[in-house]
Structures are given as C-alpha cells and as structure tokens.
C-alpha cells in the first residue's frame, strides 16, 4: 500500500491512508491529467520508521530534486524516484516494497523497478509544523547519477514573490502540479467528495494567491473557484508551485480533508532556503 506524506490545517502532520479507487480520475481537485507538460516533476517512494511513502518533487538540476521537508526527514535506505507520468490507472501499485522496510530501499531494488535512486536530506531548520517563522518545509533528494534528457525547472530569483502586492497577489494565478489523489464523488453512500488514490498519474491545476508571509504563500485550493482549476491534495506533497515557468515553492499543507479551501506552499525563493539550496544546486 502507498501512503500519502502532508501536512493538514495548521502547525500539524496528519496522515491519509491510501483508499481504494471507485471511478475513472480526471485531476488533482479540478485540473488535468498532466501527460508531459511538467516532465521535470517525478514521484518519489521512500520509508521512515513508520513505513512506506509517497510525494512529489522536482528536478533543479541533473542531480537534484527538491521537494517538502517533510517528504525527506527520517528517511530511512534510498529514495526512489521516477518521471512517468502515469504510474496506474487503478491498484496495486506496480512498486515492490523493499526486502527490509526496516532499512529502506536498496540502490538494487530501486534499479530493478526502472527508477532513480537518491539521498534524501531536510533543511537543518525545519520546523516540523512547530514554528511559522521558522517553516522552512523544504528538502533535497540527490540522485546517485545526473539525469539526461529532461531539463531542469528554474527556480525563482531569490525574493520573487516580494513584489506582490495584496491586491496583486488575490488576482495571480499560478500553477501547481503533482501525484496527488483526485477528489471526487464516491460511487455510493453519501456521495461525498473524498480523496482516490488511483490512478496514480501526474496532474496539473491552477491556484489564485491569496496571502503572501516570509516563510509561506497561500493559494485559494476550490476547483469552484472560477478564476483558476483547483488545488492540490494527499501526494502533491513537496510538489511545485510555478509562476512564469520559474518554480516558487513547494507543496506544503491543507487545511481541509477533502482538499477544499486554502493550500499552504513553502517559499523556496527566501534568502535561508535559497542559501541552502546552494549547497546541492
């Protein structure tokens, strides 16, 4: 089974179980599926002492990927890392556990289901949740060897997102992409909007800004929002947010469940990140 790492309402983890798939998926909540649009965003599999987990990350350079802190911290073996953009149209997923979930995947094991193996390391100040001044959500996944063939995202100048303004800001769409589950209506009971986590595809949407802080950008994540797609969700964890191409931050919580209402993104064009950054980069 795969389990989905994020962060849900604020200063807090939770974890969302994988659930079964009910109906053919069409996005993350709203979206598209994304084919090979972001080809430069992988899906990253890794285990902790908790068991095996599943997020989002993208490649910066033919060596390293970034993504959520908490997609990285207490990592245990190899992370593996893959760039298709369908993995499964309905369960089980075609990855083998490892041999010794207590020790992780091997570089073998990585090699023989076709991925990427990588070290994972998290940013010496996150926070865990604890301290919104001090988020600092972000972390790195160093592969054993560059990648060819894809070109890596840009990252933002460092303070891109200072020049906008509130009222700027509540009208700039920008684009969020990863391996989440769709939100969607099951096929009985109540009918009501719950997380899938099949297929496992890579998905894109689009957020509106809706507050600016020194460690966080905030989106409005409701597919019924008319000025934008949708929003991300469990497995688009550490995945990109994009404005002009260029990446801004990393996919970091959700205040909701269901996927609905505000989705908080970890600002990776700050000085302390970006100073960081400049260590792998």
């Known amino acids: 089974m795969l389990r989905f790492r994020t962060a849900l309402a604020a200063l807090a983890v939770a974890i969302l179980a994988a659930v079964p798939l009910a109906a053919p998926a069409s996005a993350i909540t709203g979206g598209e599926p994304d084919g090979n649009a972001h080809p430069n965003v992988g899906l990253i599999l890794f285990y902790d002492s908790e068991g095996r987990w599943r997020c989002s990350a993208t490649l910066v350079s033919p060596t390293v990927l970034v993504?959520?802190?908490h997609c990285t911290t207490g990592t245990v073996g190899s992370?593996?890392?893959?760039?298709d953009s369908v993995i499964a149209e309905t369960e089980p997923s075609p990855f083998a556990p490892a041999a010794d979930v207590t020790k992780g995947y091997t570089d073998a094991e990585i090699a023989k289901m076709g991925g990427y193996s990588?070290?994972?390391?998290?940013h010496p100040n996150y926070s865990n949740f604890t301290d919104l001044n001090n988020w600092n959500d972000v972390g790195v996944i160093v592969l054993d060897k560059p990648i060819r063939g894809i070109t890596p995202a840009p990252i933002a100048r460092v303070n891109y997102l200072n020049q906008f303004t509130p009222e700027i800001l509540n009208q700039t769409v920008f684009d969020v992409v990863g391996y989440g589950t769709e939100?969607?209506?099951e096929d009985d009971g109540p009918q009501k909007p719950t997380p899938m986590s099949y297929p496992l595809i890579r998905r894109h949407t689009t957020v509106i800004g809706q507050k600016?802080?020194?460690q966080i950008?905030?989106?409005n994540g409701n597919e019924n929002d008319n000025r934008a797609g949708g929003?991300?969700?469990f497995g688009d964890s550490g995945g990109p947010i994009f404005h002009s191409g260029k990446i801004v931050g990393v996919t970091s919580y959700g205040y909701t469940s269901n996927c609905r209402y505000i989705d908080g993104y970890q600002r990776i064009e700050i000085q302390g990140v970006q100073t960081w950054l400049a260590n792998f980069v």
């Not at 990588?118 to 998290?122: F, H, I, P, V």
């Open 231 to 233: 929003g991300t969700c």
């Open 79 to 83: 992370t593996f890392v893959t760039f």
């Open 118 to 122: 990588g070290t994972a390391y998290t």
């Open 212 to 214: 600016l802080t020194p």
């Open 183 to 185: 939100v969607r209506q």
């Open 217 to 219: 950008l905030q989106a």
């Open 67 to 69: 993504t959520a802190a």
